[in-house]
């Protein structure tokens, strides 16, 4: 009887195709948990970054990128990781999937030379009051994640980069961030949010 929570018929069969079965069975019962660690809360406190996967009614999957300085993404409980929502598009792409279906996955990076990567799997829910919105500029809303699979992988394919500076963008204490340029294109700027436009007036007054 097959009573893995991480692999599936179709994991099960490349892995008999590869011969990987036994190597897999052992990395789901030494690396997979559920509650962080106190590395793994380390690394997701300092993340500049990270990809957050979604799907829609649909079924079909959607992958973001969410940037921030580090310290945006907090880990508040055992399993139980929070990020806010900032100023973006206006599409809710990812956060409306996460009204439909809860189910996400997240992945944090590390480029350096201690390379790591480490996946989430859990259940997202939206926050329009949440402790962390005063401490949170720019933030929208809180975003939770409770885990109910934390696991790394193997770094070895990942590339050595480095940050050589945050993005004007990204909210942070004590800095008002620019209005980006797409939202002063005349193909948008009639659609834009009240506080867009009052924004752009305001600057423009200046």
Not at 72 to 97: C, E, H, I, Q, W
Not at 100 to 116: C, H, I, M, N
Not at 192 to 204: C, G, I
Request: charged share 35%; net charge negative.
């Amino acid at each position: 009887m097959d009573d893995s929570r991480l692999y599936h018929a179709g994991s099960r069969e490349l892995q008999d195709r590869f011969d990987t079965r036994r190597i897999a069975d052992r990395l789901e019962r030494v690396d997979l948990h559920q509650a962080f660690t106190d590395a793994e809360r380390e690394m997701i406190e300092s993340a500049p970054m990270f990809f957050l996967a979604t799907v829609d009614p649909d079924g079909l999957p959607d992958v973001s990128y969410k940037g921030g300085v580090p310290g945006f993404v907090r880990v508040v409980g055992d399993s139980t990781l929070a990020f806010p929502n900032y100023d973006g598009n206006g599409m809710y792409k990812s956060l409306g999937n996460v009204r439909a279906d809860p189910r996400v996955g997240v992945l944090f990076v590390r480029w350096s030379e201690r390379p790591k990567k480490l996946r989430v799997q859990g259940r997202a829910s939206l926050h329009f009051e949440h402790d962390l919105l005063d401490e949170m500029p720019g933030a929208q809303l809180i975003v939770e994640v409770r885990a109910e699979r934390v696991f790394d992988n193997c770094p070895r394919y990942l590339h050595r980069m480095e940050l050589q500076e945050y993005s004007r963008y990204a909210p942070r204490p004590e800095h008002e961030p620019p209005i980006p340029d797409w939202k002063r294109k005349p193909a948008y700027r009639d659609a834009l949010s009240e506080r867009d436009l009052a924004a752009l007036a305001e600057e423009e007054a200046r």
